[in-house]
């Protein structure tokens, strides 16, 4: 006589758990929603790009065409006048390059060294009254720059820095560093200190920890505050107009508002569509190249650990 020793269960307990099965009326709304999202980022691109295309096409055709009416999306026959044009004018393109270059390199460097040391010691470094000097380094964002261009424009004259590029990339700096230090201290104090203090035990400094550890870790930070100093000093057209007035110290943006005009108060789209062009390639292809970490320094601090 065999025994049986297994349990009857239920039986529910015994089917195994189905999947909820969508509704085809579900799964047609999850195939609309979809496809009206990809529709409208498809029609925000071409928003986008539009406009870059047509400086593209602008650039290539001939003078003539490229001021007619009404105008041609195509170009007739492909020119690179404009181009020689814009390379060959006043003291040549490379010149004017070369000043763009020298005050958006100097202004991202004073950036970085000071906004990085005031963050910093806005972040380590707890004092009575802090937050009321962090507020008064902030409150510069509110004031635009084209308010203070006289009195930037006498100090200047005073330092015996007027019509210099030097003296151009340290008013943007100085614009530069409210924003600098407020992405810095939030990058800082998101990093825990505990890291630091391990590295005190290892027998770093405290300014060696801070090189070896903090300032590795906040590179997203640092790379964020690069690409607004560079791109303010590269594309600032207004302060450089004012402040320097030698032909040889122009920047890219000034010489572009002097070339534009041409007889009759007529503007060579052309040339002006080639320099839009040259302009905005640094902007974007250092944009790609450092989003990932502008995405993460826009978002450090945001989030408590």
Not at 71 to 77: Q, S, V
Not at 211 to 223: I, Y
Request: proline share 6%; charged share 10%.
């Amino acid at each position: 006589m065999t025994i049986s020793l297994t349990r009857t269960l239920p039986d529910d307990r015994l089917a195994p758990a189905q999947p909820i099965a969508s509704t085809p009326r579900r799964a047609r709304r999850r195939r609309l929603v979809g496809l009206l999202w990809w529709s409208t980022c498809l029609i925000l691109a071409c928003l986008f790009l539009f406009p870059l295309v047509m400086v593209l096409l602008t650039s290539v055709k001939t003078p003539a065409e490229a001021v007619s009416s009404p105008p041609t999306y195509l170009p007739r026959t492909v020119s690179f006048a404009n181009f020689v044009n814009l390379w060959h004018a006043d003291q040549g393109l490379t010149v004017y390059l070369g000043n763009s270059i020298f005050v958006s390199v100097a202004t991202v460097v004073m950036t970085l060294v000071l906004s990085t040391l005031a963050g910093y010691g806005l972040s380590r470094v707890r004092f009575r009254g802090s937050t009321l000097v962090f507020l008064l380094l902030l409150a510069p964002m509110m004031v635009p720059i084209q308010a203070l261009l006289t009195p930037l424009y006498v100090t200047l004259l005073n330092l015996d820095l007027r019509d210099s590029l030097f003296g151009l990339a340290c008013i943007y700096t100085m614009s530069q560093i409210p924003f600098g230090t407020f992405v810095m201290r939030n990058a800082f104090a998101s990093i825990p200190a505990e890291l630091e203090e391990a590295a005190w035990v290892d027998g770093c400094g405290v300014l060696d920890a801070a090189r070896r550890v903090s300032l590795r870790l906040a590179g997203p930070g640092l790379a964020t505050v690069a690409l607004f100093a560079f791109f303010t000093a590269w594309n600032e057209f207004l302060a450089a107009l004012v402040l320097l007035s030698t032909d040889d110290n122009f920047t890219v943006p000034v010489l572009l508002q002097n070339l534009i005009t041409g007889q009759l108060g007529t503007i060579d789209w052309g040339m002006l569509q080639v320099g839009v062009m040259i302009t905005s390639i640094p902007c974007i292809v250092i944009f790609l190249l450092l989003q990932r970490y502008y995405v993460e320094g826009l978002l450090a601090g945001s989030v408590k650990s």
